[in-house]
């Protein structure tokens, strides 16, 4: 393969991962489909040596050499629970690593744009981060119109189970109540590609606050209760970290809370389900019984489906403490009667495709092992952010979205989904990036 065809190639592919929050829209196919590509091209036509993997500037990188071993021991751990519940068949392991075996590819993703773009002096161009913001703008303005209208500029209405999905919006996203968690995930990537593009500082700051109220808006608009304190919590982190964007912050928040504060007066559906739907997970359920309201105290957390779930994930754990029961076995484990004893109230719905929380997903499915494994690769990982930040500051923006990915104390959807593992290669791959500077095109840290 000659040079100028590689180099034709590698541009493509390269200019392709700015377009993956577009097609992620369409699903999971067409991103997942980019991401091998480019893995298999660069590693088998471009890397001439495995070492290069986990070399950074002739030094181990850690994080990359972590992640690995994290997923040798995840597909070691889920067989040896075959074999051990005499479960080790064909059809089984089939199933198994049809579904887990590819999550490796999406470490050796980050490693190669890095390597296309220092192969063939790959600059960071405008075009890229402008199809990402205007990718971004569009989920706001569809989700917006669909809240307005009642289906989005497609026709999509929110459905749920086949019915009408009453207080919650799906977007573009067809039948998939998820805007709030793809604005939530993009959200700081956002600001940092607005921070990138816009030079003028009065700009930036006008952009930025239009941003912050219109998205912070959608994803209350949404219905996702989670998504909502999630970046509520990541604005306070900004907040806390951008000492010369405090009162641009304050001041979008006010108005943020304003129109908040005056849309859910006017949606009583969507204030139940924001708000007292909100106390309820907390142990307050604000109920109606005829025409008069009255407060419910509930036992604990553990009351509600999330703690059901979370309580059953727990006592899993306690049986498989060592290397869990295997990745995504908890849709399995949980039906058996031996769990029908633990505490929650709603123990008859505790079962469900993952415990919706990380860290109780990782503990009950992979163990002790596995969840140090996972602690090793958020420190391995802000370590690398600490070390990068001595040379960009701007990394800090990324540097949020790493702390709200790995929060430990909220409901979230399953770490390995295919969806996550997307969202989550494309942040590490922005990461690598900076750390390989190759953004340096645009201005540094104002």
Same mark, same amino acid.
């Not at 604000?286 to 025409?291: F, P, W």
């Given at each position: 393969?000659?040079?100028?065809?590689?180099?034709?190639? $590698?541009?493509?592919?390269?200019?392709?991962?700015? *377009?993956?929050?577009?097609?992620?829209?369409?699903?999971?196919?067409?991103?997942?489909?980019?991401?091998?590509?480019?893995?298999?091209?660069?590693?088998?036509?471009?890397?001439?040596?495995?070492?290069? %993997?986990?070399?950074?500037?002739?030094?181990?990188?850690?994080?990359?050499?972590?992640?690995?071993?994290?997923?040798?021991?995840?597909?070691? $751990?889920?067989?040896?629970?075959?074999?051990?519940?005499?479960?080790?068949?064909?059809?089984?392991?089939?199933?198994?690593?049809?579904?887990?075996?590819?999550?490796?590819?999406?470490?050796?993703?980050?490693?190669?744009?890095?390597?296309?773009?220092?192969?063939?002096?790959?600059?960071?161009?405008?075009?890229?981060?402008?199809?990402?913001?205007?990718?971004?703008?569009?989920?706001?303005?569809?989700?917006?119109?669909?809240? /307005?209208?009642?289906?989005?500029?497609?026709?999509?209405?929110?459905?749920?189970?086949?019915?009408?999905?009453?207080?919650?919006?799906?977007?573009?996203?067809?039948?998939?109540?998820?805007?709030?968690?793809?604005?939530?995930?993009?959200?700081?990537?956002?600001?940092?590609?607005?921070?990138?593009?816009?030079?003028?500082?009065?700009?930036?700051?006008?952009?930025?606050?239009? /941003?912050? %109220?219109?998205?912070?808006?959608?994803?209350?608009?949404?219905?996702?209760? $989670?998504?909502?304190?999630?970046?509520?919590?990541?604005?306070?982190?900004?907040?806390?970290?951008?000492?010369?964007?405090?009162?641009?912050?304050?001041?979008?928040?006010?108005?943020?809370?304003?129109?908040?504060?005056?849309?859910?007066?006017?949606?009583?559906?969507?204030?139940?389900?924001?708000?007292?739907?909100?106390?309820?997970?907390?142990?307050?359920?604000?109920?109606?019984?005829?025409?008069?309201?009255?407060?419910?105290?509930?036992?604990?957390?553990?009351?509600?489906?999330?703690?059901?779930?979370?309580?059953? $994930?727990?006592? %899993?754990?306690?049986?498989?403490?060592? %290397?869990?029961?295997?990745?995504?076995?908890?849709?399995?484990?949980?039906?058996?009667?031996?769990?029908?004893?633990?505490?929650?109230?709603?123990?008859?719905?505790?079962?469900?495709?993952?415990?919706?929380?990380?860290?109780?997903?990782? *503990?009950?499915?992979?163990?002790?092992?596995?969840?140090?494994?996972?602690?090793?690769?958020?420190?391995?990982?802000?370590?690398?952010?600490?070390?990068?930040?001595?040379?960009?500051?701007?990394?800090?923006?990324?540097?949020?979205?790493?702390?709200?990915?790995?929060?430990?104390?909220?409901?979230?959807?399953?770490?390995?989904?295919?969806?996550?593992?997307?969202?989550?290669?494309?942040?590490?791959?922005?990461?690598?990036?900076?750390?390989?500077?190759?953004?340096?095109?645009?201005?540094?840290?104002?």
């Amino acid at each position: 393969m000659n040079y100028k065809f590689q180099e034709k190639i $590698s541009r493509i592919l390269f200019n392709a991962f700015f *377009l993956i929050p577009f097609f992620t829209i369409l699903g999971p196919l067409i991103p997942d489909l980019i991401i091998s590509f480019t893995i298999i091209f660069t590693f088998i036509f471009l890397i001439p040596s495995s070492k290069e %993997i986990f070399l950074n500037k002739n030094k181990i990188d850690y994080f990359i050499l972590t992640f690995f071993l994290f997923f040798i021991f995840i597909l070691f $751990s889920s067989t040896i629970n075959f074999f051990i519940n005499g479960e080790l068949n064909f059809d089984n392991l089939k199933s198994y690593f049809s579904r887990s075996l590819f999550l490796f590819r999406f470490i050796f993703y980050p490693i190669s744009i890095v390597y296309l773009a220092k192969k063939f002096a790959f600059n960071v161009e405008k075009k890229n981060i402008i199809i990402f913001l205007l990718t971004i703008f569009f989920v706001i303005f569809d989700t917006l119109f669909q809240y /307005f209208y009642g289906k989005d500029i497609f026709g999509f209405v929110p459905m749920e189970r086949d019915q009408l999905a009453v207080g919650r919006l799906s977007g573009p996203f067809g039948d998939e109540l998820i805007p709030g968690s793809y604005l939530m995930r993009y959200f700081f990537i956002t600001i940092f590609f607005l921070f990138l593009l816009i030079k003028r500082e009065i700009y930036f700051k006008i952009f930025f606050s239009i /941003f912050l %109220i219109l998205c912070l808006t959608t994803i209350v608009l949404t219905g996702e209760r $989670s998504v909502t304190l999630l970046t509520l919590f990541g604005v306070l982190i900004f907040f806390i970290l951008f000492k010369k964007q405090r009162l641009i912050i304050l001041s979008g928040a006010f108005i943020f809370f304003l129109i908040s504060f005056y849309m859910l007066e006017n949606n009583p559906t969507l204030k139940q389900r924001v708000i007292n739907h909100s106390l309820h997970q907390f142990g307050i359920s604000l109920e109606k019984d005829g025409n008069k309201k009255h407060y419910k105290q509930i036992k604990s957390f553990i009351d509600s489906h999330y703690g059901a779930h979370w309580e059953t $994930s727990f006592e %899993i754990w306690k049986r498989n403490k060592i %290397i869990g029961i295997g990745l995504k076995q908890f849709r399995n484990e949980c039906s058996k009667k031996l769990y029908d004893n633990i505490n929650s109230r709603l123990k008859s719905i505790r079962c469900a495709t993952h415990p919706h929380n990380t860290y109780l997903e990782v *503990l009950s499915e992979t163990g002790l092992i596995g969840l140090i494994f996972f602690l090793l690769l958020l420190l391995t990982l802000l370590i690398k952010i600490y070390k990068i930040k001595s040379y960009d500051k701007s990394i800090k923006f990324l540097m949020i979205s790493v702390i709200l990915i790995f929060w430990p104390i909220i409901t979230t959807g399953s770490f390995f989904t295919n969806m996550t593992q997307i969202y989550f290669t494309f942040l590490l791959t922005i990461i690598f990036m900076i750390e390989n500077q190759i953004f340096n095109k645009f201005n540094q840290m104002k």
